[in-house]
């Protein structure tokens, strides 16, 4: 039976604010500990080519020593030792430790519930014209992650559509929230299209694709792949 245009505004609301109460809990709480691990070994990585490169190896010997004793105090779940060298390699003349340090304290942050404080730091990542372009982008999806439920969505428009393309690597993440956006304007044509081509693009996270497919066949878009087709393409 279909509903009538009021019951599918009223479901359509509904699915919205599921929608936006699952993505703050997804990164968190099903694979954040995974994400932030990786981005922060890169990032670390980063911070070591620096390192490696840097003539002023002494400082960069001791950066890299403070850097280390930060994350076995963060392996032994002691946060307040850390606190203190994060602090100081977050003002750091090397790009890669500046950076690491300041994803950390926003992960800290986070624990902490300080939604605010953790979107200030990785807004200033963001900015940061000395950061790679890769971690910048990074820095502000989980910016506009953390402020998405008081933004209005004309801002997270102007904010993710240019992150929401195909050939980014943020497509996944940016195009979900910037569809959800286009709903809450009322752009309900867009935010189908948009949904429907994230379910079916293979570069996308399961999870989100699986979403997303939900989302798209409630604004009438058939995002379903064929299994056989799906896995012929992976």
């Known amino acids: 039976m279909a509903l009538s245009p009021q019951s599918n505004d009223a479901f359509l609301r509904e699915v919205d604010e599921e929608l936006r109460k699952d993505q703050a809990l997804h990164i968190w709480q099903n694979y954040g500990r995974w994400i932030i691990v990786a981005v922060i070994a890169a990032l670390v990585a980063f911070g070591g080519f620096l390192y490696w490169q840097s003539h002023n190896e002494g400082q960069r010997a001791a950066e890299g020593d403070k850097y280390a004793a930060v994350f076995k105090a963060l392996g032994e779940n002691k946060p307040q030792l850390a606190e203190a060298s994060l602090k100081e390699l977050a003002g750091s003349g090397t790009a890669g430790f500046s950076a690491s340090a300041r994803f950390t304290q926003a992960t800290l942050l986070l624990q902490k519930n300080d939604l605010k404080g953790a979107a200030a ?36 428009v102007a904010r993710l559509r240019p992150l929401a393309v195909k050939d980014s690597p943020w497509y996944g993440s940016a195009g979900e929230m910037l569809a959800g956006a286009y709903l809450r304007q ?40 064929d299994e056989g087709e799906d896995k012929k393409a992976q």
């Open 121 to 156: 730091l990785m807004g200033a990542i963001a900015a940061d014209t000395k950061v790679p372009q890769e971690f910048r982008d990074l820095a502000l999806i989980r910016q506009t992650m953390v402020e998405y439920d008081t933004m209005k969505p004309d801002a997270v």
């Open 186 to 225: 009322g752009k309900r044509a867009d935010a189908g299209k948009l949904y429907g081509e994230i379910a079916k693009d293979e570069g996308v996270p399961r999870s989100i694709r699986q979403r997303a497919v939900q989302m798209a066949g409630v604004l009438g878009v058939d995002a379903i792949v």
